[in-house]
């Protein structure tokens, strides 16, 4: 027993380390997922400099927005981003049930999570996206998004 407990302190430690790295591999987890790229319709494209970007959503979505509804739960928003013909990351909003509860008033963007992809489809730890709520957030009457007049514009072929 004696021994053991010596030996608390490092295991207490370890297992704090433990916790550590574990939080940091998750480091900004949210709700929102990787979409099926392939099953959303590409509505506009943004071009800065040496970036494309091809903004992407449901049809569903693109019908609400239309007909002044609001978007539906389970919609998934994707901005690929591509430099020199390649994907340089996704940039992703989804919304869900209720997800705005996880933040407090001062964060919520509604009830949409953020989430940065690179091209490998993990997530990367190192952005924390309260930078994409609150850049966002100004858009709070147009459903958070600032393309939502392009999708007003789009028309399906
Ligand atoms: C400094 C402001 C700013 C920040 C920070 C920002 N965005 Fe955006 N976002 C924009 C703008 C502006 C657009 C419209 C496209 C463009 O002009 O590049 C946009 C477009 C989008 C779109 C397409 C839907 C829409 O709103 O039109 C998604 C998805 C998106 N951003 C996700 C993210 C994610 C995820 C993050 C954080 C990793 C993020 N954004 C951070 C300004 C921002």
């Not at 940091?24 to 970007?53: C, F, N, W």
């Not at 964060?107 to 997530?123: L, S, V």
Request: aromatic residues 12%.
């Amino acid at each position: 027993m004696r021994r053991f407990l010596n030996r608390l302190p490092v295991l207490a430690a370890l297992a704090c380390g433990v916790v550590l790295i574990g939080w940091q591999v998750d480091a900004e987890p949210t709700r929102a997922t990787m979409p099926d790229i392939s099953k959303l319709v590409h509505y506009t494209t943004v071009t800065r400099g040496e970036v494309t970007e091809h903004i992407m959503t449901t049809r569903e979505a693109i019908e609400a927005v239309k007909a002044g509804k609001p978007i539906p739960d389970g919609t998934h928003f994707a901005l690929v981003d591509y430099r020199d013909g390649e994907v340089y990351r996704y940039f992703i909003m989804e919304k869900g049930p209720g997800w705005g509860a996880d933040y407090d008033e001062n964060r919520r963007t509604g009830d949409w999570h953020f989430q940065w992809y690179k091209p490998d489809g993990t997530i990367n730890t190192a952005e924390n996206t309260a930078r994409c709520q609150s850049c966002h957030s100004s858009r709070a009457d147009r459903e958070f998004l600032y393309t939502f007049n392009d999708i007003r514009r789009f028309e399906f072929d």
